[in-house]
């Protein structure tokens, strides 16, 4: 089956003269709003790029609820009490003050939900550049590089959306894959994975299948809703509802949980206690569960949940593989997801405020449909 690839609206193109940005409270992520800023006029080394569109999924809601925690409200400034929620997407460069560097063309990266960011460029290659706005030079470097679409030999523009959508995700998901590998699974035989349907379980179940690990079961944890979808995808060894946690095997185990929530945590924890060998806490899907049920079950019988970080294991792998190593690991993994999503997955695209308010909600209240790759434009 053919991916779907739906505008819902045509863009229009107004010369801009203001910048617009989508925030959102610092202490209640349902609540936004808009503003609209002038555009101001770039110095020596900076260049303007009009964000043309960019995904949005249930990774970015973890950025807003660990963006304190994480860093990730540092990326784009906002005004006090209120934060610019990082995505992946597309822009064009919309001026230039930097040499080598033109009008027109196409930037993949990390941009705010906002139609125009302002990067001061810094070592520019072929293949790039780094934003080296001092605000986020204490941030992972993989957050800063932006890539020029002229020196991809694998870029097509009918292609943008699953790039966008699932190329960041895959990564964290790769990692993790390796994360374990590298630690011999902590001596498990059994990986279970919250958010089943999310797409970075999805792209983790299909690099732990792709892998073929001898002896590692994979099992998706997911709600009544998603459950036909994630058995659709073929990617998991098993598919187990919330409420079934409980009944559950117990043996040799390591939890990777991209939902997030209390409840889940205590279910798979209080079930498998000390048979969990690893507890790897990577995403917030389920963001408003946090907390809720601490006191029931505090503290957590089993290993304490830590924390994945994937740009310390990339930093680890270019440490050990030298340069190239990852991507030469990564490319065909990479190459074999994306034609594997085309069974499952279907894009759509809303362009302007409203529909960039409509995304952003739906998203928050966990209402997405999870068939469906999302992408978003503030003009």
Not at 25 to 32: G, I, Q
Not at 33 to 47: C, F, H, N, V, Y
Not at 244 to 255: K, M, N, T
Not at 261 to 275: C, I, L, M, N, Q
Request: glycine share 8%.
């Amino acid at each position: 089956m053919d991916i779907s690839y739906v505008k819902t609206t045509d863009r229009e193109d107004p010369m801009p003269t203001a910048s617009l940005d989508f925030l959102v409270a610092l202490d209640d992520l349902r609540r936004t709003r808009w503003t609209k800023t002038p555009l101001s006029a770039l110095t020596d080394g900076q260049a303007r790029l009009a964000v043309d569109h960019f995904a949005f999924t249930a990774n970015n809601i973890t950025y807003a609820a660990f963006g304190g925690a994480m860093g990730y409200w540092d990326f784009f400034p906002a005004p006090e009490g209120w934060g610019r929620v990082p995505v992946w997407g597309f822009a064009d460069v919309a001026e230039s003050r930097v040499a080598g560097l033109a009008v027109g063309e196409r930037i993949y990266g990390y941009f705010p939900m906002s139609s125009d960011l302002i990067v001061n460029v810094d070592k520019l290659s072929a293949g790039g550049f780094t934003d080296a706005s001092p605000w986020r030079a204490a941030r992972a470097a993989v957050y800063n590089q932006y890539s020029r679409m002229a020196a991809d030999p694998s870029y097509t523009l009918e292609r943008e959306p699953e790039q966008a959508i699932l190329r960041p995700l895959f990564m964290t998901s790769f990692l993790i894959d390796d994360f374990l590998h590298d630690n011999a699974f902590f001596g498990a035989k059994t990986v279970l994975i919250s958010s089943a349907s999310s797409k970075t379980s999805l792209g983790l179940a299909f690099t732990l299948k792709r892998a073929a690990r001898p002896g590692i079961e994979t099992v998706g944890l997911t709600s009544a809703a998603n459950a036909a979808l994630v058995h659709r995808t073929g990617y998991y060894d098993r598919v187990v509802l919330y409420d079934a946690i409980g009944a559950l095997p117990v043996g040799p185990s390591v939890f990777v949980d991209i939902a997030g929530g209390e409840s889940v945590r205590a279910a798979v924890h209080t079930r498998f206690a000390d048979s969990l060998t690893y507890s790897c806490a990577v995403g917030g899907t389920h963001w408003e569960d946090r907390g809720a049920s601490a006191a029931s079950v505090s503290p957590l019988p089993g290993p304490r949940p830590e924390m994945f970080f994937a740009p310390s294991q990339i930093q680890k792998r270019n440490a050990e593989w030298g340069r190239g190593g990852l991507e030469q690991r990564y490319d065909p993994a990479w190459q074999d997801f994306l034609a594997s999503v085309a069974g499952w997955l279907e894009m759509s695209e809303q362009r302007g405020q409203a529909g960039v308010e409509a995304i952003y909600t739906a998203v928050l209240n966990g209402k997405a449909d999870a068939r469906q790759g999302l992408m978003a434009a503030v003009r």
